[in-house]
């Protein structure tokens, strides 16, 4: 653990990080598993991070604008629920949402304390110098590590309580365990009468949402593709990236999205610095990611045993996406979920 001073106003903290090898040790379990899987956060490299972007641009992709929306026209009444507080963000990227919530709190008060969390070390530099730069009374400590790294590390708060934030429908992205042990290491981070802000996808018509994963540019595919030029970058690989084929499907039982990226013909691929063979069949698929969409009531219940007690939801006209705020009382009780 490293603390560093950018300016008066901005610090951080890097955490100890994991090598590449290590990191890739995840490829090969997925690989190795029946039915294969890759991790998402494979995804992003500079290329998929670029794509990414324009993807929130396209006319199919919603969530982003949508919640947007939401938060333009709700700030104000979130800074007013919670009163003063120091604001913690788990995955805070360019923070370009989370300025409508500083923005929020800055008319509130003068000074408002900000925690930023991300694994990409830069792009906390850069949106943190950006963040001081706007805001006179803002003081920022960020953290660049994993989420569990920075919960463990996260100091005293200098406002009177804290939120936590985590935005863009992320949560969908966990498995029930998953995300059932991130609550768990949220909450333990989290002192009574504190409060945890909460960016979900709704359950809508299917068509909706898989329009959403399949735009007709063409970017989303491109997207899941450049997950295998990433592994071929990062580990020395030779995937045949035309060998491949994006598909994305709403699974309605699950109430998910599941991405793949389908083998359009028998092959065999190698990943040398992980010292990783790996064959495919005609037709066989790799699953990339999982975005799983909540009801809103459903969701609130999960956390109730938790401690974490509903304050407050706040959603578009046609409640397509949400935020949730939840409180923790002082009852809390254990962590569970199953798969």
């Given at each position: ?44 490299d ?60 800055s ?16 792009i ?78 709704r ?70 610095d ?55 009382g ?9 798969d």
């Amino acid at each position: 653990m490293e603390l560093v001073q950018e300016a008066q106003r901005f610090q951080f903290t890097r955490l100890s990080s994991s090598s590449d090898t290590e990191d890739g040790a995840d490829v090969v379990a997925g690989l190795a598993a029946d039915p294969k899987t890759l991790p998402c956060k494979y995804f992003y490299d500079a290329v998929g991070s670029q794509l990414f972007e324009r993807i929130c641009d396209t006319p199919e992709y919603y969530p982003t604008r949508t919640e947007r929306g939401i938060l333009t026209q709700n700030a104000a009444d979130i800074a007013a629920l919670t009163g003063p507080c120091e604001v913690v963000e788990l995955g805070s990227g360019s923070a370009s949402k989370t300025r409508i919530l500083l923005d929020a709190y800055s008319r509130r008060a003068d000074e408002v304390h900000f925690v930023p969390i991300d694994v990409s070390e830069s792009i906390l530099r850069e949106s943190s110098r950006e963040l001081v730069d706007r805001y006179d009374g803002l003081s920022i400590r960020g953290f660049s590590g994993t989420y569990e790294q920075a919960l463990a590390a996260l100091h005293p708060a200098p406002a009177p309580a804290r939120m936590f934030v985590f935005l863009g429908s992320t949560l969908g992205n966990f498995s029930t365990s998953e995300r059932a042990a991130f609550i768990a290491r949220i909450r333990g981070a989290m002192a009574p009468g504190e409060f945890f802000l909460l960016g979900i996808d709704r359950r809508k018509d299917p068509a909706i949402i898989e329009a959403a994963y399949n735009d007709a540019e063409g970017l989303t595919a491109r997207f899941n593709l450049n997950m295998l030029s990433h592994l071929n970058r990062r580990f020395h690989g030779d995937f045949v990236v035309a060998n491949f084929a994006h598909r994305a499907i709403y699974e309605t039982r699950r109430h998910q999205i599941e991405i793949y990226l389908d083998s359009l013909v028998a092959q065999q691929a190698t990943l040398l610095d992980l010292d990783l063979s790996v064959s495919f069949t005609k037709g066989e698929a790799i699953r990339t990611e999982i975005s799983k969409k909540f009801d809103p009531g459903e969701l609130a219940a999960e956390f109730a045993p938790l401690g974490l007690e509903h304050a407050a939801t706040w959603s578009d006209d046609r409640e397509w996406f949400s935020l949730l705020l939840f409180r923790l009382g002082n009852r809390q009780g254990p962590a569970g979920g199953t798969d």
